[in-house]
Structure formats: C-alpha cells, structure tokens
C-alpha cells in the first residue's frame, strides 16, 4: 500500500457530451438552481413576516425550505462550474466536504419531515392538546434533534471515510461524490464503512418513515369517524402538500438504492439522483405554495405591497 499512489482528487463524469451540450445543460440547470432558490426564499420570507404563519407546521415548513437550499447548493453549484470547465475534478478533501452536506441534509430532511407529520396526527388527532403538545419548546426539540441527528450521522461516515485509502482509478461516473461511488474506488477495506453506512441509515431512515405512516393512519382513520364531508376535507388538506414531498422524497430513494441493477449502472444512478438532489428540492415550495391557501394569501399580499412601493 506504501508503493501505491495516492489519490488527491477525483474526475466528476456525470454529464459527457459536445460543448453545445454542455451549454445547454448549464442553462437547464442554472434555471432550476434559481427557481429553488427564489422559491424557498420566498416561503421563509413568507413565515418570517406573516404572523398567522408562525405555527409549528409552518416553522417546520421554513426550516424544509432552508434544507432544500442547502441540499441544492451542495451539489448544483459544482456541476454548473464543471459543465463550463475542460477538466472536471474536484478535490478529496472537498469531496469528503459534499458527501458531508448531502448525507447531513438528506436525513435531516427525512427526519423532519417525519416531525412534520407529528404536528399534522396532533392537530387532526389531538385538536384539544395541540397547544400543549405542540407548544414552542418541543417543536425547537423535535427540529433541533433532527436536524442535530442528520449531522452526527454524517460526521460519523465522513471520518469513517478519511480512513480509507485511494490509489486510484479515480473517474466518478456522476455528476456529484456519494458513499457507494467512494466505496468502488478504495483500495482498503470498505466492510465496516458500509455496515455503519447501511445499519444507521436504514434505522432513521425507516424509523423516519414509519412515524410518518403511523401518523398517517391515525389521521386517516380520525378522519373518517369525521360527519361532515366540510370537516373531512379541511383535514385532509392540511396533510396533502405533505404528503406529496414525502411520497416525492422516499419514492426517489427507493429508487435509487432499491432498484434492481442493468448494464447501465451510470444512467440508472445520475437519473434519481438529479431528482432527488436538484428537482426535488426546487418542486417542494412549489407544492406548498400552490397546495395551501395560507402561504398562497401571504405570497398574493407580499406582492402587492412591494407593487404598491413601486408606484409610490
């Protein structure tokens, strides 16, 4: 291992094509880069200024809204630069860095949103207790503990990772650094790299996911005992913009890690993964925003009052 040459960077081959192509794909996903951006921006700014917005679901939206740009920011900036760059590498300490923010982002995400789904069974279920059960300190607990939880776990692999040696090849056949990409490349042993990979994010990740479902049970089974169809509708449109980024947020990581394998590993692996590190993040705000008539009024009156300010 000593005579082996150690790798000090590696070479990003997500997105090969003519330089036309190249220019292309720069354009499509700087677009999508700004719309995620201007579209979270805009549902925090939203709850900041809004007082009726200052309930425990819609924090819990504000702090998704600054995961996704986060999540996007980790990845996208990067690949713009490569698209319009000859050589496109980047270094083994700044790939260390991405896989830290994507794995850290990622299951805060998947923790918070199964938060989110605690505050929903509690208002449809627990009407009555909701202040109480949903009171200001134990929603800062619950997010500061998923979001606490995403950077431990991405801390722990990270380390884990700066053990492992690199003496090439060093092509990644992706437009970004991920664990199972680093896995093929090292030539140590990757056992206890994956074990602890795998047994931690398997545990949040389907701990995450069950909370959600039973919340969800509890819901759907409180609103039928509901008389009035009035009634069951406001209940369910409460939990239906949740619903949908967690349905958009599991479906591509299943997958992405769940699929069976072809001969077109590379393609089978970039295509989730640019839905569910760049697309998913910019559709979030949009669901939201056209799914709840609340945010939506907030957005229609932050609008007219910067339209005001310009004719004045």
């Not at 009171?135 to 979001?147: D, E, G, N």
């Not at 490349?185 to 056992?191: A, E, G, P, Q």
């Not at 990581?253 to 910019?282: G, H």
Request: with cysteine; glycine share 4%.
């Amino acid at each position: 291992m000593d005579n082996q040459t150690q790798v000090t960077e590696f070479i990003l081959l997500g997105f090969l094509g003519n330089p036309w192509l190249q220019k292309l794909l720069f354009v499509i996903f700087l677009l999508i880069y700004l719309t995620t951006l201007i579209g979270n921006l805009m549902i925090t700014l939203a709850i900041r200024v809004d007082p009726h917005l200052h309930s425990p679901m819609y924090v819990c939206l504000s702090y998704l809204a600054l995961l996704d740009i986060a999540f996007s920011s980790a990845t996208v900036p990067k690949m713009l630069k490569d698209f319009l760059s000859e050589r496109k590498a980047i270094s083994l300490q700044g790939c260390f860095t991405q896989v830290f923010f994507i794995m850290s982002l990622s299951v805060g995400e998947g923790l918070l949103l199964s938060v989110m789904a605690y505050d929903r069974f509690t208002a449809v279920c627990h009407p009555l207790h909701y202040a109480v059960m949903m009171r200001k300190q134990v929603c800062a607990i619950l997010i500061s503990s998923a979001l606490f939880t995403g950077f431990l776990y991405a801390l722990l692999n990270t380390l884990l990772l700066t053990t492992l040696q690199f003496c090439g090849p060093n092509v990644i056949h992706h437009f970004s650094c991920e664990v199972p990409q680093l896995f093929k490349l090292s030539c140590s042993n990757t056992f206890a790299n994956q074990m602890v990979n795998i047994t931690l994010g398997s545990l949040l990740g389907m701990g995450s996911l069950l909370i959600i479902l039973a919340s969800y049970i509890h819901i759907i089974s409180s609103v039928f005992r509901i008389q009035s169809m009035e009634g069951k509708h406001k209940a369910f449109s409460t939990c239906t913009s949740h619903m949908i980024v967690v349905v958009l947020y599991y479906g591509t990581i299943f997958f992405r890690y769940l699929k069976p394998t072809s001969k077109d590993v590379e393609d089978q692996e970039i295509v989730p993964s640019i839905v569910y590190l760049i697309a998913t993040p910019m559709l979030n705000p949009i669901i939201y925003s056209l799914r709840n008539q609340e945010v939506k009024r907030t957005f229609i009156n932050m609008m007219q009052r910067v339209m005001k300010k310009e004719s004045v």
